[in-house]
């Protein structure tokens, strides 16, 4: 028995050591990445408010008041007026901010919009970044625009990430003449100059013949942009995923897989695809910005989002085309567009912290 003494002890110390997976390293050095995890908190922060805007006691993005056109910065409080209803002149009820300034609410927002009316009533902050040519609140229309921008960069990502994975995927494991194919189609596909064929598909879909047609299927402009932007954008990410599947297809848990019998799918998106997740992840954060940039840009020149909704491109077109040589209304222009340039460079310094945090030749 005294001879097992030395391995108990061995034994006692072994329990006391705690492992740390890959994920709880990963957020342990992100954490220490300062930049990073700062812009981290940022975008949260801008996702919270993006989603709680119907509930922030802002004025309502669509309403207009011709009596404050143009005005700045207003610090002081401003309350909804009551609005008398037709046949009864002894009652009194606000404005409904549903129906005149958030338009088609989803239940979400339709409850986020009740609960401010019951906790806030009819009191909201002033124009704290100014109005517009039609007088409505342009820091209200920020944070409602910014649900339009993020969720664009957001679903096109994600559209282009689901093509670029699977194809790279299927490419890279299947290999051979298979492989070869599949990568001179991108080839192909690379020098197709993609920014004017967004452009001109854009166009020719928002003719009113494609137009009828497509809303008698469900789809309009927006949901035609989501799927073209992100089919743009898979090309790189194919590639990159289709060198990580070579150099993990004739490792020993792939091998382990076939001798049990599992499908080459199976084999695919069970066991490759999860090993790619931290490459999936980093080319999300490097890729939303250049989906909004894109966003913004076709806002810009009229082929984005429609009125009356409201994204960071359309606010900054707006902004611009309010500017004359007279009156110079720089909060116009200015609030949007640090909005779309600190959320960018955000998501570049996230990408960043990311690709060395999941970078397992950076752990000590």
């Known amino acids: 028995m005294d001879d097992l003494a030395p391995y108990k002890n061995i034994l006692a110390e072994a329990k006391q050591i705690h492992g740390v997976s890959l994920r709880q390293d990963a957020w342990r050095r992100l954490k220490k990445n300062r930049v ?29 008041d011709t009596s404050r056109q143009m005005l ?12 008398k209803l037709p046949g009864d002149p002894g009652t009194e009820k606000l404005r409904d901010p549903l129906e005149e300034g958030f ?26 970044c100014g109005t517009d040519k039609l007088g409505r609140d342009v820091l209200s229309r920020i944070f409602w625009g910014s649900r339009f921008s993020l969720v664009v960069g957001l679903v096109a990502t994600m559209v282009s990430l689901v093509i670029g994975v699977t194809y790279g995927a299927v490419s890279g494991y299947c290999g051979g003449r298979i492989d070869n194919l599949m ?32 809303a008698a299927w469900g789809f309009n402009r927006i949901t035609v942009f989501f799927f073209v932007v992100g089919a743009i954008y ?12 070579i150099s ?15 499908s080459p799918a199976r084999i695919i998106f069970y066991h490759l695809v ?19 940039l894109f966003e913004a840009f ?34 116009l222009v200015v609030y949007p567009s640090m909005a779309l340039a600190m959320t960018l460079f955000a998501l570049n310094f996230l990408g960043d912290g990311l690709r060395d945090a999941l970078d397992p030749k950076q752990r000590r």
Not at 188 to 212: G, Q, S
Not at 281 to 286: A, G, K, S
């Open 36 to 64: 990073a995890f700062s812009a981290l908190v940022f975008l949260g922060t801008v996702a919270m408010l993006s989603f709680l805007t119907p509930f922030l006691p802002l004025q309502a993005p669509r309403q207009v």
């Open 72 to 83: 700045a910065s207003q610090c002081s409080p401003l309350f909804y007026e009551t609005l």
């Open 103 to 128: 338009g088609q609410l989803g239940p979400v927002s339709g409850f986020l919009l009740q609960a401010r009316v019951k906790i806030f009533g009819r009191w909201s902050l002033n124009s704290l």
């Open 183 to 214: 990568m001179r189609g991108v080839d192909v596909l690379y020098p197709i100059p993609f920014f004017f064929l967004v452009i001109f598909l854009i166009t020719v879909l928002d003719a009113k013949e494609f137009r009828t047609a497509l």
């Open 234 to 245: 898979w090309l790189t990410m194919a590639r990159v995923v289709r060198g990580q599947v």
């Open 248 to 262: 993990l297809k004739n490792e020993q848990f792939v091998e382990a897989a076939r001798v049990v019998g599992a």
């Open 274 to 292: 999860p090993n790619l997740m931290s490459i999936a992840v980093i080319y999300l954060t490097l890729t939303i910005p250049n989906v909004m």
């Open 298 to 331: 076709l806002s810009f020149i009229g082929l984005g989002v429609e009125p009356p909704d409201v994204s960071w491109g359309m606010l900054t077109r707006d902004g611009l085309d309010a500017i004359t040589p007279v009156n110079i209304d720089w909060w």
